[in-house]
DNA sequence: GCTGGCACTCGTGCGCGCTGAGTGCCAAGC
DNA sequence: GCTTGGCACTCAGCGCGCACGAGTGCCAGC
C-alpha cells in the first residue's frame, strides 16, 4: 500500500501535468505544493510509483508523467468530483431551457457540453427500448401503401413505409389504429409484440395479410430503431491535444464517425454510475490515447440514454466529472417536462 | 491573353502541385510533362504567370505553387469533369440502394461521397420549400392537446405539439384532418399559406380559436423548417492536410460544427450547376484555404437541396467535380423513387 | 527516514556550413 | 523575336557539434 504522503505525490503530478502538459520533475514539484519534504525525498516517492506502474518517464533523466494506472488511482482515490458554481447551473439551464423539440434538446446539449469541457461531447439520443408508446398512427397514401407513424414519449417520431399485400380501406385501417393504439398507447416498446400477437385474428381474413404486415414493419422498427442515434460537436477541441497531433487525432475522428464504435463505447458504460475510462481501458484502439467520461440521463429517475465526453487522458477529470453529471441532470429534467 | 502555352504550363503546374503537394520547378515540369521546351522558355513563362498572378513562389529560390486566382482559371478553362468509370457509377448506385429511410439515404450519401473524393463531405437535407405535402396529420394526444404531423413528398417528416386555447373534440379533428388534406395535400409549401387562410371560418365559433392555433403551427413549421439541417462526414480526411495542420484544421472544423455558416455556404451556390469555390472566393474566414464544389440535387429535374466536399484548395478538382455530379444524380434518382 | 551533495544523462536549442533545387538574367542561335 | 544553354546567385533543409540545464539516481551524513 503507498503512503499518504505517496498519494499526495501522485496527485501533485497529475495536477500539475494536467495544467502545464509537460513532464513534471521533483524540484518543480516542491516549489508549487507544499509537500513539506524535499526534492530528494519527493524523487525517492516517485521511485517507488514509477516501480508501481503508476507514473512514468517520457526518456531518462526526463520528468514523470502519469500513467493510465496513475490516472486510474487518481479518479478512484484521490479526486472528488468538482460540483459546477451555482452561475453554471444557471447558464445550463437557460441554455437547455429554449429547446423546442427532441433534435433541438440533444443538439443544445451537445454544444453546451463542447464548451463547458472544451472538449469532444456526445450525446446518445434517448433509447427506443425503454420508451414508451404514446402514439401510433396510420396514413392510407395509396389504395396498398400505408405510412406508419409512431411516436414516443420521449418526443420521438419515427415512420415507415408499407407496402400492403392488398388493397386496405379506409375503414379497416381506421379499425386497425383504434385496436393498435388501445393495446400499445402508454405500454413499454419490449411489451409491445406480445399485446399485438393476436390482432391479426380480429380481421377479415382478406385483411389479415395487410395487418401482418403493418404489424411486423412496427415490431420492426422497434428493434432496428433500438440501434440508436447520437450527436456529436466539439471536435475542433481536439485540435487543442498535444503538438504531436496527426498521430493523434486521425484515429480519433475516424472512431467518432463511426456510430457503431461510440454506441459500443457508451454501451459498455455503467447504466447507473458515472463511468471513466481511461486511455487503453478502452476497447477500441483508435481511443487509446483518450479518456471517455459519460453517464446515464432520463426522464424521470430511469437512465434512457448516455452522455458524455472523449478527451485525452490529460484531462480535468473532476472538472469533466462535474460538468458531465451537471448537464445529464438538467437534460432528464427538461425531458422529463416535455 | 496568356499564349496557348503558358496555359499549358499553368496546367501542369496544377496537376503537379497536387499530385506531390510540393513545390513545382521548372526543370522537374519539362522532365515530367512533355512540352517540347526547354527549362528556361519554362521558366520565362513561369515569370510571366507570376506576373499575372496566377502562381506564386512560397520563398525566393523554390518553385512555384498555384494561386487562387491559378485554380480558378484551372478549374474554368483547363479542366474538364472527370467522368465516374462504369464500376465506379455501379459501386455509388449499390451503396445508395439499400437505403430505408431520409436519413439513411442521407446518411449514405455521405459516407460515400466522403469516401469517393477523400475529402469532408457535406449534404443538405432535402428543402422542404420547394417540397410539396403528401399528408397532414392531427393527433389527439389530451383534449386540448394536439400533435401535428407534417409529412412531405421527399420522405421528410415533421411533428409539433399543439397546445389548444380550448378543448377540441375528436370529430372537429376529423373534420380538420379532412379539410386540411383536401387543401393541401400535393401542393406546394410556399402555397399552403393561402389555401388555409379561410378554413376557420368553416368552424363552429367555439373550435376556431383552436383551428387558428393549429394552422399557425403548421405555417411555421414551413418557415422553420426552411431553416435545413444537413449532415456532415469524413472529417477524418483533414488529417490529410498539410503538416502544418493545427493551424489550417481548427478553424475548418470550427466552421463544419456552425451549421449556420455551411447552410450560408451553401446557399451562396448556383442553384442549377456545379459550383466551386475556391480559397478566398468563400466568405467565411476559416474556409479561406480550403475549396468548395457544391451541386444541388433532387428528385424529379428540380433541384430541392445541395451538397458537396470541402477540402484543401490543393485538391483534385476534375476528379471531385466528377464524383459530386455522379453521387448528386444518383441520391436525386433515389429520392424520386421512394 | 529525510536531506544535501554530486556525478551523470540526455533532450533542446543554437550556430555553422554544405548541398541542391530552383531562380533570373544574358548572350548566342534558329 | 522567341528559344536556348550557361552562369551566378539564393535559400530552405539537413546534419553536425556544442553548450545548457532540468532532472535523475545514489550515497553519506544527520
New binding site residues.
Given amino acids: 500500500m503507498l503512503s499518504e504522503?505517496r498519494l499526495e505525490v501522485l496527485r501533485a503530478i497529475v495536477q500539475d501535468y494536467v495544467g502545464t502538459e509537460e513532464?513534471?520533475?521533483?524540484?518543480?514539484l516542491t516549489e508549487r505544493h507544499s509537500l513539506?519534504?524535499?526534492?530528494?525525498?519527493v524523487?525517492?516517492d516517485?521511485?517507488a510509483l514509477?516501480d508501481e506502474g503508476y507514473i512514468a518517464?517520457p526518456?531518462?533523466?526526463?520528468?514523470?508523467i502519469p500513467t493510465d494506472k496513475g490516472y486510474r488511482l487518481f479518479v478512484d482515490k484521490l479526486a472528488g468530483v468538482k460540483p459546477m458554481t451555482a452561475p453554471e447551473r444557471r447558464a445550463i439551464q437557460n441554455f437547455l431551457d429554449g429547446a423546442v423539440d427532441l433534435d433541438d434538446v440533444v443538439g443544445r446539449t451537445v454544444r453546451l457540453l463542447a464548451q463547458l469541457t472544451r472538449q469532444v461531447a456526445v450525446v446518445q439520443y434517448p433509447s427506443l427500448t425503454r420508451s414508451t408508446v404514446r402514439h401510433v398512427e396510420l396514413l392510407s397514401l395509396a389504395p396498398a401503401r400505408v405510412m406508419l407513424v409512431l411516436i414516443t414519449d420521449t418526443g420521438r417520431v419515427e415512420q415507415r413505409m408499407v407496402d400492403c399485400p392488398a388493397p386496405f380501406g379506409e375503414t379497416s385501417l381506421a379499425d386497425l389504429r383504434a385496436r393498435l393504439n388501445s393495446r400499445v398507447a402508454g405500454r413499454r416498446f419490449a411489451d409491445v409484440p406480445q399485446l399485438v400477437q393476436d390482432l391479426p385474428e380480429a380481421f377479415e381474413a382478406e385483411d389479415r395479410g395487410t395487418v401482418s404486415t403493418v404489424l411486423s414493419t412496427l415490431l420492426e422498427t422497434l428493434v432496428e430503431e433500438t440501434e440508436e442515434r447520437l450527436m456529436i460537436g466539439g471536435t475542433a477541441n481536439l485540435t487543442r491535444f498535444g503538438h504531436d497531433f496527426p498521430l493523434t487525432i486521425r484515429p480519433v475522428l475516424e472512431a467518432l464517425e463511426e456510430q457503431v464504435v461510440l454506441l459500443k463505447l457508451l454501451g459498455e458504460a455503467s447504466d447507473s454510475g458515472m463511468t471513466v475510462r481511461i486511455g487503453h481501458e478502452n476497447a477500441y484502439e483508435g481511443l487509446n490515447s483518450t479518456s471517455v467520461v459519460s453517464v446515464g440521463y432520463g426522464s424521470g429517475g430511469e437512465a434512457v440514454a448516455k452522455l458524455g465526453v472523449v478527451g485525452p487522458t490529460r484531462m480535468d477529470y473532476p472538472g469533466t466529472m462535474g460538468a458531465v453529471r451537471a448537464v445529464a441532470r438538467y437534460v432528464g429534467q427538461i425531458l422529463a417536462e416535455s
Avoid: L, Y
Fill in positions: 504522503r513532464p513534471v520533475g521533483s524540484k518543480a513539506g519534504v524535499s526534492p530528494a525525498t524523487r525517492n516517485m521511485a514509477e518517464q526518456h531518462t533523466s526526463a520528468g514523470r
